[in-house]
Every structure is written in C-alpha cells, then in structure tokens.
Nanobody, 115 residues
Framework: QVQLVESGGGLVQPGGSLRLSCAAS????????MGWYRQAPGKQRELVAA???????NYPDSVKGRFTISRDNAKNTVYLQMNSLKPEDTAVYYC?????????WGEGTLVTVSS
C-alpha cells in the first residue's frame, strides 16, 4: 500500500512558477513509475508528466519545455516544477504511483493561474 500526499499548489500569475511535491509513504517507492495528472473543471483527467523507476521522463506537448518532473528516492518524493504557467494550466493536480496492477492516487492539489 502506498499513500500519496501532494503539496505546493496555490494561486500564481500567468508566467509564474510553482513547484508541486508528492510525498509517498510505504515501501519500495523506487520501483514505481510516478506521474502527475491534472483535471480541469468539465474536462477529463490528463497526464502532465511521468518518470519511470529508471528516470525516463514523458511529457505531453502541452507542457513540454515548461514542466519538469523529478524524483528523490531517498526522500520518497516526486516533484513537478512548473514554469511559464498559463491560465489553461489551472486544474487540480494529482500524484500517481504505478507498478503493474498497483495504482495509487493522491487527493490532489489545486493550481490556479490567474491575474
């Protein structure tokens, strides 16, 4: 069992930056592929960034070059650095941990990009 707790969301102006953190409890954090997803009002949840146990990252075109995912296995934590934020980045951001059939989600943290 893995429990995930996100933090770092908030209100930021367009063009600003935020760093989200996701702290994982439980064992063997390093084996999980970790991901950040987001869900805006009235829209489906979408992948924002993912990082495998080996450190390979994946981003959709909508955030490529602006968002960076990283992990610190010693701290059981995954991060999402978000730069050049746009109003369309406004959403609840969720942390996810996957390993074969194991699939865990955090409760989310709200990011609002507005002037």
């Amino acid at each position: 069992q893995v429990q995930l707790v996100e933090s770092g969301g908030g209100l930021v102006q367009p063009g600003g930056s935020l760093r989200l953190s996701c702290a994982a409890s439980g064992s063997r954090f390093s084996i999980y592929t970790m991901g950040w997803y987001r869900q805006a009002p009235g829209k489906q949840r979408e992948l924002v960034a993912a990082i495998t146990s080996g450190g390979t990252t994946n981003y959709p075109d909508s955030v490529k070059g602006r968002f960076t995912i990283s992990r610190d296995n010693a701290k059981n934590t995954v991060y999402l650095q978000m730069n050049s934020l746009k109003p369309e980045d406004t959403a609840v951001y969720y942390c996810n941990a996957k390993f074969f059939s194991r699939d865990y989600w955090g409760e989310g943290t709200l990011v609002t990009v507005s002037s």
